[in-house]
């Protein structure tokens, strides 16, 4: 069941203490073992960090592909449909899936795929198609690479064997990456606060994939549900930074590494005075690739905590749920299995 929603907190800038997003400097500035140990810490703590100094210039792929998607996003909306409906790919409006969720945004849901992403350019950009697809292509190898440091740095925090298992799952050439431009529109309303009636822009969820990685522009709506200092659920605010990238862990690193990292549930409020632009990397691997805890996160003390199962079987499980279904529960084992659970590295032959 979804966690019950309790009142939005605004933080304190991200370099404060007392409960801030933690801010991880990329360029090691301490070292790479120090940083290391500081994305493993945030993401068995929070399952969430805001990453600088990262390496991707943000005059470069980043403001290229927001041009480009504003472009399309500023299109009529008969023009815009013919990238729709999605399936679940391509653009849609409001609806969000198949199950009856919905959001105040448009979108465009692209595979990473060169050659996906040429499929669907034909109906994005219909005056130059190729134009777009550089564009695409150009920003998931920067942002696939960042994701690919990042995963490398866990695995290295973790104590992995294989320091670099994590990202091998999404550099396969059949990965099942997925890139995500949400577009939030302004609309007369109350304020951002559910509470007081604002407007859900993507409502409570997680992602299912390993980890997402996001960029939007300086309009807030970013929120995250993190215990406070009482051990309480609350909703906090991300402040926004559109230099900066903000990474969340998801479902698959939870379950691989035996909930020792936490998949964060979080959500998007609309704003009635700018519109929003975000864009979020979905790094996955492929659809065979077959998920357990790895052996380095299974003690004694620690049993297996979720069912062996493949991507493709968790994605057909996603899909045949609400957005706030907390997914992995129906993995989880129970206390008169755990000690029947085989426990096995992902399957990639």
Known sequence: PARQETATM???????????????????????????RQVARACAEQGFF?????????????????????????????DKQRAGPPNPLGYGCRSIGFNGDVGELEYLLLHANPAAVAHRASSIDTNDPSRFSSVVNEYVEAVKQLACDILDLLGEGLGLEDPRLFSKLITETDSDSLLRINHYPTKAGSGGNPAAGGRIGFGEHSDPQLLSLLRANDVDGLQVLLPDINGKDTWIQVPADSSAYFINVGDLLQALTNGRLVSVRHRVIASTCRPRLSTIYFAAPPL???????????????????????WAEYKTAMYSLRLSHSRLDLFHVDDDESGNVCVCVHDLA
Do not use: C, K, Q, W
Not at 13 to 20: E, I, L, T
Not at 288 to 310: C, D, K, N, Q, W
């Open 10 to 36: 605004l933080l304190p800038p991200p370099s404060a203490g007392g409960g801030a997003i933690p801010t991880v400097d990329m360029s090691a500035p301490r070292g790479r073992g120090a940083l290391s």
């Open 50 to 78: 805001r990453a600088v100094n990262h390496g991707v210039p943000p005059a470069g792929p980043p403001a290229r592909l927001d041009a480009a998607t504003s472009a399309f996003f500023a299109l009529a909306a008969h």
């Open 288 to 310: 065979h690739a077959r998920i357990s805890a790895l052996p380095e996160m299974v003690t004694a003390g620690s049993p297996p905590r979720y069912r062996s199962f493949t």
